[in-house]
């Protein structure tokens, strides 16, 4: 396991309380480096959106469970948010909510010229996703040629 593994992983076992005491979800926390500067970020939510509001009280109380740990040995800035529209689908949880809705899919490299695809979510399992395209055919993808999947949103 990576360091930063090791980050995300203890970040998690410390939120995952304060986020289920208030009746929020963890989404993700991930611990990423950007432009020299190291963040670690919890992404929280719960039914009808999570406010500004939402994110103080648990940022709040993270930081203090953060400065009580201090098991991040480089400098880095903290940040709880809401994981917006474009959320890619990560857990468990979140491909069995999205079964049935329409999913943006995103591969590495392309698979008959194209590297994006709109379809129906219509199965999944530990290594790969199948949806149902527009044009009614079936397409399964393995998650390791996923580079973004997430709710097809239009606007």
């Known amino acids: 396991m990576s360091r930063r593994e090791e980050y995300e992983q203890k970040a998690e076992e410390l939120i995952t309380p304060i986020v289920e005491a208030n009746g929020f979800e963890l989404v993700d926390v991930e611990y990423v480096k950007e432009g020299g500067t190291w963040y670690l970020r919890a992404y929280i ?7 500004v509001d939402d994110c103080e009280i648990v940022s709040r109380a ?13 400098a880095y800035i903290m940040e709880v948010s809401s994981p917006g529209l474009g959320r890619p689908l990560k857990k468990e949880k979140d491909y069995k909510r999205s079964m049935g809705k329409e999913l943006e899919i995103r591969t590495y490299r392309a698979i008959e010229r194209n590297r994006e695809f709109y379809g129906i979510l219509t ?5 790969s996703v199948t949806i149902l395209e527009e044009d009614g055919t079936e397409r399964v993808f393995q998650k390791s040629d996923i ?4 709710l097809a949103f239009d606007f």
């Open 62 to 74: 993270f930081s203090d469970r953060l400065d009580a740990e201090d098991f991040i040995d480089d």
């Open 123 to 127: 199965a999944y399992d530990d290594n």
């Open 45 to 51: 939510d719960k039914e009808g959106g999570i406010t």
């Open 147 to 150: 580079a973004l999947i997430r």
